[in-house]
Every structure is written in structure tokens, then in C-alpha cells.
């Protein structure tokens, strides 16, 4: 217990004296994790859309891979993104192996599947009497992808925060592809992950009481924009 307020305490005090490195982490931490969830989105809604209202042959199948990829470990992602990324690999030229880009390509890869998958589940389950409506009514295609969207985005936000969730608290393929670089690729997770190793549990609980605040508010912060669209 007094490992743990000291740890909270430690917690304050690095973000009352403006501790440049851990902001410096966090900062990190908000941009890579941020950028995999907009692009997941970006590529997920869509497909998930996509998967969700039309039929043809070889979508069953697509399913099961995405559904097998919402629950990828991360450390096998990281290796997969590693493989791509070493020298000798296709995108090997890049050199983007131990650089935040490369954190940012493992978390979509796991972020991806969820996003899509949830996304998808949500748009089967619109009634096709809704569909021959909306298209009895005339409405041209961009506004049918409008009108599902509105009835689906509560579902959509809900895939939206499953997947920021993910990659928020993702490690090993961080680990494994940013190297866990002083002032380069070091986020709040492979922090404490270092910390707990060095035995210096205090700062680890500190890291940690920092990035559950950030998760926290985030996620509050995305909920109610959910369920005050939900009143409207």
C-alpha cells in the first residue's frame, strides 16, 4: 500500500514540476496512439461498412480473418511489422525500423481488426426493411451512408474506443518495433516496462498512474460525446 501512495505521489509531483521527460513520453505516447486510431478508423469504418451490407463470395472468409486478428498479440503483430521493416525486408529501404512510424504501423495492425470487426457487427444488424426505405424513399448513395451512420454511430464510437483502449495499453509490439528509444520511440507503457526492470517500481506506478489518467479522460472524453449525440 505505501508502495503504492508513493507511487501516486510521485505521479503529482512529475506532472507539478512539468517533468520534461515524462512529457515529453506522454506526448509521444498521445501522438502515436492517435495517429493508428485515425487511420484504423479511416480504413476499418469503410471496410467495416463495406462487409457489413453487401454479400459476395469470399466475405465469410474475410470475416473469420478479421475476427482471428481482433485478438492478435500484440509481440506477434511486432514481429510481422519487424520482419517488414528490418533491412533485408521489402520496406526495408524505408528505414523506419525503431522510429515512432514504426509504432504507429504495429498498432494499426492491431487496432485494425477491432475496428472493422466491430464496425461490420454493427451494420449487419440493420434491419433491410430500413434499407428498402431509405432506397423507396430516393435517397442517393451518400445520403443512405449517412442515414446508417447516424443509426449506427453509437456502435461506431464503441469500435472507436475499443480500439484507441487497444492501443493505448499495447507493449510488446512497441517494444519490439520502437526499440524503446530515450527521447526517440519510449512511450508510457514501454516505460514502466523498463522501469519495473531497472526495480524501480515507484516510477513504474507513477508511469503507470499517468497513462491510466490519460486512458481515463480520453475515454470519458469520447463517451460523452457518444451519448450526448445519442440525446440529440
Not at 503504492?4 to 505521489?9: A, E, Q, V, Y
Not at 487511420?39 to 472468409?61: D, E, H
Not at 508510457?188 to 516510477?203: A, P, Q, R, W, Y
Request: hydrophobic letters at 55%; one cysteine or more; charged letters at 15%.
Amino acid at each position: 500500500m505505501e508502495l503504492i501512495i508513493d507511487g501516486l505521489r510521485k505521479a503529482i509531483e512529475m506532472i507539478l514540476t512539468g517533468d520534461r521527460e515524462i512529457l515529453e513520453i506522454t506526448w509521444l505516447t498521445l501522438r502515436v496512439c492517435f495517429m493508428a486510431i485515425l487511420i484504423s478508423s479511416l480504413i476499418g469504418l469503410p471496410l467495416g461498412m463495406l462487409l457489413g451490407l453487401t454479400r459476395f463470395k469470399g466475405r465469410k472468409v474475410i470475416l473469420v480473418f478479421i475476427n482471428i486478428g481482433m485478438g492478435l498479440p500484440p509481440v506477434v503483430a511486432g514481429l510481422w511489422i519487424t520482419m517488414l521493416l528490418w533491412r533485408s525486408g521489402p520496406l526495408g529501404h524505408l528505414q523506419l525500423l525503431y522510429s515512432p512510424t514504426a509504432i504507429v504501423m504495429a498498432q494499426v495492425l492491431v487496432s485494425l481488426p477491432i475496428v472493422t470487426g466491430l464496425t461490420s457487427s454493427a451494420f449487419q444488424q440493420i434491419n433491410d426493411k430500413m434499407l428498402l426505405q431509405i432506397k423507396a424513399l430516393g435517397a442517393t448513395k451518400i445520403q443512405t451512408i449517412a442515414i446508417l451512420l447516424k443509426q449506427t454511430k453509437i456502435a461506431i464510437f464503441a469500435a472507436i474506443m475499443a480500439g484507441f483502449g487497444r492501443v493505448i495499453a499495447e507493449v510488446g509490439a512497441a517494444m519490439m518495433v520502437g526499440g524503446n528509444i530515450q527521447g526517440d520511440t519510449r512511450i508510457l507503457t514501454t516505460s514502466i516496462v523498463m522501469e519495473v526492470s531497472k526495480g524501480n517500481f515507484d516510477v513504474a506506478l507513477a508511469i503507470s498512474f499517468i497513462l491510466l489518467t490519460v486512458a481515463l479522460l480520453i475515454t470519458a472524453a469520447l463517451t460523452l460525446l457518444q451519448q450526448r449525440r445519442r440525446v440529440s
